[in-house]
Each structure stands twice: as structure tokens, then as C-alpha cells.
Nanobody, 128 residues
Framework: QVQLAESGGGLVQPGGSLRLSCEPS????????VGWFRQAPGKEREGVSC????????YYADSVKGRFTISRDKAKGTVYLQMNSLKPEDTAVYSC?????????????????????WGQGTQVTVSS
């Protein structure tokens, strides 16, 4: 079955770190643009980061710039989101999405809302 699954979420104290994984089943993410989104209760979904499939172009929302890093493991065909210096306002459900379109990850606007695959999401809670 072709699907995406996120892992690595959890409860962390302010200032802590988490690494989220976006793991495909039945395919590799090496040829996909991949985006990370988050949605907090009562708020709209926000594209926080993405990475393009060919030139490795990345995007970060201003709210996470300098704290989050997106990366690929081409050997595993997976994508990660390293989150450092976490803040309570980072609390949300984080989801990854993938699209074959080479321009899916815009350096100016971030990941597109339309994707070929979406994961179910993983909860990240930042609280003391």
C-alpha cells in the first residue's frame, strides 16, 4: 500500500528538540517535493517547510526559520524535520505531504496545499 507516515512527535519542554520523520511505504520520496505542515487547534494549517526533489531548494516559514531544518536521507528515501529551540507556540499536529511536481516547494511561498500523498500527522506538544 502506497502511503506516508510521520513519526517522532511527542511532548517536549520549551527549548527542547524533536526530529520528525516522513516515511513512505511502497515508494521513495527521492523524486518528490516534500512539505511539512502544522495545524494547531482553532488555527489554519500552515506550511512550515519544504524541500524540492532536484536541486534541494528549501523553504522555511518565518516562524521557524533558524530553528527547524528539513533534510533528506536518499539512501532511505525519507525526509526529516529537525526542530530545535521549540516554543509552546510550536504545539500542533505536524503532517508531511509529497508531490511529484518539481516546483511543489516554492522558495517564496512554501509547499503547495495540493499533494499526491499526505500523512496522518503526528502530535507535537511543547509544554513545561
Amino acid at each position: 500500500q502506497v502511503q506516508l507516515a510521520e513519526s517522532g512527535g511527542g511532548l517536549v519542554q520549551p527549548g527542547g528538540s524533536l526530529r520528525l520523520s516522513c516515511e513512505p511505504s511502497g515508494f521513495t520520496l527521492n523524486y518528490y517535493g516534500v512539505g511539512w505542515f502544522r495545524q494547531a487547534p482553532g488555527k489554519e494549517r500552515e506550511g512550515v517547510s519544504c524541500i524540492s526533489p532536484n536541486d534541494g531548494r528549501t523553504y522555511y516559514a518565518d516562524s521557524v526559520k533558524g530553528r527547524f531544518t528539513i533534510s533528506r536521507d536518499k539512501a532511505k528515501g525519507t525526509v526529516y524535520l529537525q526542530m530545535n529551540s521549540l516554543k509552546p507556540e510550536d504545539t500542533a499536529v505536524y503532517s508531511c505531504a509529497a508531490h511529484t511536481y518539481w516546483g511543489y516547494c516554492s522558495a517564496a511561498d512554501g509547499p503547495g496545499e495540493e499533494a499526491h500523498y499526505w500523512g496522518q500527522g503526528t502530535q507535537v506538544t511543547v509544554s513545561s
